[in-house]
């Protein structure tokens, strides 16, 4: 089958399945996606495959003849990524040891949203960073993060080191707030690259995409959804206009140039990255508000 036809096939649904035996996959873990599900799901399905998470392939990578990319929109991925850093940075770790974390993380799951870094903070007193922890607790919650990306130009002064505070920790390269689809794929240079090898999902639409994967890597799916793996706590999931149309710029790279203190660092262009995958066929345009 031509890499025309493949695409063609992927984007029509008149598709003729791959055999996933003979590819070598390379699954694009974006954080904040659904991405422990899916890693689980192509487990149970005897793929094989390599996991790229926190870490990304070259424009111009070679190594693997498939690539599987989920993605969500930018907006809710950046809530979502904050809510669970803080999550396991706040977890109760009263009586846990290195000698009975294992014990206790499997027998109390909601003390190990993120067992590596909740048994770092056991051994260390962090989780993460120290300054990425004390950025992620200078703020209540997601939205006064959002909103305060844009008063960098207060009179007030508590307002302004809110605003350069936020953007740090916007810039900083712990976990996945920094880290999302725009980072993963350069920004869309990826996508130009290798096109025709890419299945996109989403976590919108979980599970209908599950089954067009399945048809993909010719593998059998059942309807039986498996349970959450490392969800969230409940949260304030509230993002106002303000603190929305904030990360909307953000990702977008539409942000003005006054007023955006440290915005020297890198930027994940998320919102191009998916403009991109609609370009190449690879996401519906109606799906997400992609800022055209």
């Avoid at 706590?233 to 990702?251: C, E, G, V």
Wanted: proline residues 3%; aromatic residues 12%.
């Amino acid at each position: 089958m031509s890499a025309a036809s493949l695409l063609f096939a992927l984007v029509t649904g008149n598709q003729q399945p791959i055999n996933a035996t003979e590819t070598d996959v390379l699954y694009i873990h974006v954080g904040k996606t659904g991405g422990t599900f899916l890693d689980y799901w192509l487990w149970k399905q005897e793929i094989s495959f390599t996991e790229a998470h926190m870490w990304r392939p070259s424009v111009d990578d070679s190594q693997y003849s498939r690539y599987v990319v989920w993605v969500r929109d930018p907006v809710e991925r950046f809530r979502s990524a904050y809510d669970y850093s803080r999550a396991v940075i706040l977890t109760d770790t009263t009586g846990m040891t290195e000698e009975n974390f294992h014990r206790l993380c499997h027998s109390h799951t909601a003390n190990c949203l993120e067992p590596w870094w909740v048994l770092n903070k056991v051994l260390t007193g962090h989780a993460y960073d120290a300054e990425y922890e004390r950025l992620i607790l200078h703020f209540k919650d997601a939205n006064q993060v959002a909103e305060a990306l844009s008063t960098c130009a207060s009179t007030s002064a508590t307002q302004r080191e809110n605003c350069q505070l936020a953007w740090k920790l916007m810039h900083h390269p712990a976990e996945h707030i920094n880290k999302g689809v725009g980072w993963y794929l350069h920004d869309g240079a990826f996508i130009q690259e290798h096109a025709d090898r890419i299945f996109v999902g989403t976590l919108e639409n979980l599970e209908e995409d599950l089954e067009r994967l399945s048809s993909w890597l010719n593998v059998s799916h059942t309807k039986k959804m498996l349970p959450r793996i490392r969800a969230s706590p409940p949260s304030n999931r509230h993002l106002s206009y303000t603190a929305q149309a904030n990360i909307q710029a953000y990702y977008n790279k539409s942000w003005p140039a006054s007023g955006t203190a440290g915005k020297a660092d890198y930027v994940s262009a998320d919102y191009e990255a998916m403009r991109g995958l609609v370009r190449a066929g690879l996401l519906r345009a109606h799906q997400y508000d992609l800022l055209w």
